[in-house]
Structures are given as structure tokens and as C-alpha cells.
């Protein structure tokens, strides 16, 4: 289960106003080809009335939910979109009874949390399974402008719809079959609730946690765009970034004191390589705050601790096949939060060769197999 930090019950701030209308969302999907079409605005402004339908739910009766432990209160006010993943095994197991296994599994975990229910309101499995994770959350979509107040994301669980997503995505990416699930269920969710894909957030985008994964995070951007197509819409910017871990339209990411993750891991082992003597735990801590100032100091910088696109300008490397060092391995785990699987040992050979070309091809870049500031810096955003 993912380290959500969210006790049931706590009174949250409410929100009055919705991002954009559910008529201007509905005459952008009714635009697009190749979705059900129905009838005139009257037809789509019914409630279950929908140009996006509803993947296939297993209901809390259909896996055999155990009854809540307490009331379960709606909300009215979904902003959000929570994907999380669940910290458990990735395991191979796909079948629809895996997925009703683990749908049992995870309500067991929230109940021995002291909660009412499962805290998610829907879980997707290994095998794409979406299942209803909270009960009324049927009843919420049904109703179409409702949900039920959550436990997994602290702080915002009476704005914010979650999805937990079977497996671990620090390393390894969601199966295809998730991917999919994700993208059918998120856009009928847009859909229902009027959001736009920008709703859609990683749980670290709320606090301090790994989930939904290093590897699985740098995606999101990639989500809102597939659920956007599904919607009839294109590419859409990015939201404004927040957090320790932001997703930015900036070409450099801001990283600082408490940040965590592979950006603060490529960092360390940026600083070492120009000298400065440091841990690589992926933490930003006191330590790592230190070395850069000590690295800011040295290279006749603003010294301030906070490492933005001076700071990686100064710290990026020209690398190339046959580099070797701890600049080296900087690039190999960025390429592994990118879904390379690098051995992460300092030598620039063909596996790295191959791994860095694969990623400027994905990004758009000139292919060359040489990482100079623009590759460094499309492996460090969002
Ligand atoms: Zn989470």
C-alpha cells in the first residue's frame, strides 16, 4: 500500500467552484469523432448521458467487499484526480480473480489503518481490472456529481478522487494493461465530474511520498495527453508545478532541501563527480544542501542551496560513448526513472549508447547518443 498518510474523518476545507464547466467539456467531446454519439444538448446534459462510456466497474458487491466500518460522506467538490501506485508485489498475476484477491487484500490493509473502508475509491489490477475500491463510489458516478470522502491522499480527500494502481513503480513501469485501464477510467472520470486532464495528479504531488513511483510519476504528462485524445482534445501543457518533484514546463526542474527522488539522486552524484563529497540516498537533506552551496560557492554562483538551471547548467556533463564516473551513473539512473533498466556502474557503453538514443528519439531530440544540456535537461523535467 502506498504511504498514504490520511486518517478518516479529518474536516477539510471545501471548495465551491469547479475548473471548467461539464457544458464546455461536453461540447469538446461531442467535436471529436469516433465516440458514442448522442443526442442533443438536452440528452447530454442528463445525467448518464456520456460520450465517453463506462469501462467495465466490479462493484464492492462483485469482489466481495467486506461492509464499511462506519458512515461514509459524500463530497461534491472532486478537483482532483489522485494515481497511486500500490507499493505492493509486481506480480504476474492478470486474472480477473487476482484482481478481486487484491482488491480483498487492500481493504484488509485500510481496515488494520483504522479506517473505515478501503480508502482509494477504485483500484486497478495487474490484468486492467477497474474495481470500485471505496463503497458509494458507484453511487457517486451514478449520481454524476458526487463522491465519496476518501482516505488516500492527506489533507485532500474531500477534493480529490484516487486510483490505486496494482504494483511498484519506482523502477518498473505499470503493465500495458494498467496503462489502458488508467486512461478509460480517468477520462470518464474527467468526463462525469467535469474536470480537465490537468486534475490529474501524482500522489507526491500532495506530499511527501515516493508514490506513485519514480518511474511511473515522470508519465503523467503522458496520461493527461492519452486522456485528452480520448476526449477529442490534443496535447495539453503541463499544470504549473508544485511540490518537491514538480511537473514543469520549465526545462529545468527546481529541486531543493526536502526533495526526494531520482532528480535529487542524479543531483548527488552530479555534485560527486565535480568533487564534493556526499551520500547518494536520493534525499535532500542537510548534507546534500551543504555540497551544493559548497558547489554554488565554487563556481561563482548565487548561493542559495536551491539547484534550478544555472545550478544544473553548472553541474551538467558532456557525455558521451566511452565516459566514464559518477556523471556517468547520474545519466544511467535518470535513463532508469525514464524505464531504461542501466546497470547503474559509471561506464558509457553500447547499453547506455542505446538507452540514451531511445530516449532522445522519444523526446523529440536530435538522436545522437550524446548527452549535452538539452538531453540532461529533458531527463530531469517532468
Ligand atoms: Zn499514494
Redesign the pocket.
Known amino acids: 500500500m502506498?504511504?498514504?498518510n490520511n486518517a478518516d474523518g479529518i474536516p477539510e476545507k471545501t471548495e465551491t467552484k469547479r475548473g471548467i464547466s461539464r457544458r464546455g467539456l461536453f461540447t469538446g467531446v461531442l467535436g471529436a469523432a469516433g465516440f458514442l454519439a448522442v443526442g442533443g444538448a438536452s440528452v447530454v446534459n442528463a445525467p448518464g448521458a456520456f460520450a465517453v462510456s463506462r469501462p467495465s466497474i466490479i462493484s464492492t458487491s462483485g469482489w466481495g467487499a467486506a461492509a464499511a466500518r462506519g458512515s461514509i460522506s459524500m463530497s461534491s467538490t472532486p478537483r482532483n484526480i489522485?494515481v497511486?501506485?500500490m507499493a505492493s508485489s509486481n506480480s504476474t498475476g492478470t486474472s480477473r480473480s487476482a484482481a478481486l484477491a487484491i482488491a480483498k487484500q487492500v481493504q484488509g490493509w485500510h481496515f488494520a489503518n483504522g479506517w473505515v473502508d478501503t480508502g482509494q475509491h477504485f483500484s486497478v489490477s495487474r490484468g486492467g481490472y477497474i474495481l470500485e475500491g471505496r463503497h458509494r463510489t458507484i453511487e457517486g458516478l451514478n449520481n454524476g456529481n458526487v463522491f465519496p470522502v476518501g482516505a488516500?491522499?492527506g489533507g485532500h480527500n474531500s477534493t480529490s478522487l484516487g486510483i490505486?494502481t496494482e504494483g511498484n513503480f519506482m523502477s518498473t513501469q505499470p503493465t500495458t494493461a494498467e496503462w489502458n485501464a488508467l486512461v478509460a477510467l480517468i477520462a470518464y472520470l474527467c468526463q462525469t465530474y467535469g474536470l480537465g486532464v490537468n486534475s490529474i495528479k501524482g500522489?507526491r504531488d500532495f506530499g511527501s511520498?515516493s508514490?506513485?513511483g519514480d518511474a511511473f510519476y515522470p508519465r503523467l504528462q503522458e496520461l493527461r495527453n492519452a486522456v485528452s485524445e480520448v476526449l477529442g482534445g490534443g496535447d495539453v501543457p503541463p499544470p504549473p508545478g508544485d511540490g518537491d518533484d514538480p511537473v514543469t514546463s520549465q526545462p529545468w526542474p527546481l529541486v531543493k532541501n526536502g526533495a526526494r527522488g531520482f532528480r535529487v539522486t542524479g543531483l548527488q552524484r552530479l555534485l560527486k563527480h565535480h568533487g564534493q563529497s556526499l551520500g547518494v540516498d536520493g534525499v535532500f537533506g542537510s548534507e546534500s544542501l551543504a555540497r551544493v552551496r559548497s558547489f554554488q560557492k565554487a563556481k561563482g554562483l548565487v548561493v542559495d542551496g536551491a539547484v534550478g538551471p544555472k545550478t544544473w547548467k553548472a553541474l551538467s556533463v558532456l557525455l558521451k560513448n566511452g565516459a566514464r564516473g559518477n556523471a556517468v551513473s547520474a545519466l544511467q539512473g535518470i535513463l532508469n526513472s525514464r524505464g531504461q533498466s542501466l546497470a547503474v556502474d559509471g561506464s558509457f557503453g553500447p547499453a547506455t549508447l542505446t538507452a540514451v538514443k531511445s530516449f532522445q528519439k522519444a523526446r523529440g531530440l536530435a538522436v545522437d547518443g550524446v548527452v549535452g544540456d538539452v538531453t540532461w535537461a529533458h531527463g530531469l523535467r517532468a
Open positions: 502506498c504511504d498514504a489522485v497511486h501506485h488516500h491522499v490505486e500522489h511520498t508514490c506513485p
